[in-house]
């Protein structure tokens, strides 16, 4: 299992929709798990922390699943202004700095 | 606060050249990091340091070197360029280590032909 996968994407949907992306970690022992945001030619950006159990913030949704070590993102009623790559990101544990960065899911939301 | 800063935005090198791209971050966090991503992959970590004095290598450090005199100031010096080492690089810093959210600076596009 590679260390941090995404789905490959792209995704493409109209305005409204509801979109999910799904992360998978190859390390149970992993402790802490981001979803970055990041717009064409810019820099990464923290769209939020990922806890044991689920969190939400406004139209977006994310769980952890340590049994099956995966984790989602769920986009609710698209906006297009969430066109971006989504990047799952998981400290594998063993190391106290290092992230692991998935390649990103490209989203794109048409009106 | 102007976060993480990084000089310059763009820059071609000829094989063979050398070049330091800067990073500069406000925020008095203690973990700087240089990684570089390019097209379809994920951010490659070359080198990271916790603090003024202290660097140590990523996953990709061959080509690189790094300094931390400061807490600010965190150079990525690329001695020798290589058509291998164009990459878009992106600094970044948090407060303490893996469990914090990180800070990205805006990048530096590097191309050498």
């Known amino acids: 299992r590679k260390e941090v996968e995404q789905d490959p994407g792209p995704f493409n949907v109209p305005e409204g929709a509801t979109v999910a992306f799904n992360c998978t970690y190859s390390n149970s022992a992993s402790q802490s798990f981001f979803w970055y945001r990041q717009d064409c030619r810019k820099e990464p950006k923290l769209l939020m922390s990922?806890?044991?159990s689920g969190n939400e913030d406004g139209r977006f949704t994310a769980q952890l699943n340590r049994a099956s070590q995966y984790i989602s993102l769920l986009i609710r009623d698209s906006k297009l202004s969430d066109s971006a790559t989504y990047l799952c990101?998981?400290?594998?544990?063993?190391?106290?700095?290092?992230?692991?960065f998935g390649k990103g899911t490209l989203l794109t939301v048409n009106p | 606060n102007a976060g993480v800063t990084q000089t310059p935005k763009f820059r071609i090198l000829k094989i063979g050249q050398s070049m330091t791209l800067q990073c500069t971050q406000d925020?008095?966090?203690?973990?700087m990091y240089w990684y570089r991503q390019d097209p379809g992959m994920g951010l490659k970590l070359i080198y990271y340091s916790v603090g003024a004095g202290i660097t140590d290598k990523g996953e990709v450090p061959n080509g690189y070197n790094v300094s931390r005199s400061t807490t600010e100031d965190f150079p990525l010096r690329l001695e020798l360029a290589a058509p291998s080492q164009t990459s878009v690089y992106f600094c970044?810093?948090?407060?303490?280590?893996?469990?914090?959210?990180?800070?990205f600076g805006p990048g530096t596009r590097l191309l050498v032909l």
């Open positions: 990101v998981v400290n594998l544990g063993g190391s106290n700095y290092k992230l692991t």
């Open positions: 970044a810093s948090s407060r303490q280590g893996g469990s914090e959210t990180q800070y």
């Open positions: 990922v806890y044991s």
């Open positions: 925020m008095n966090h203690n973990y």
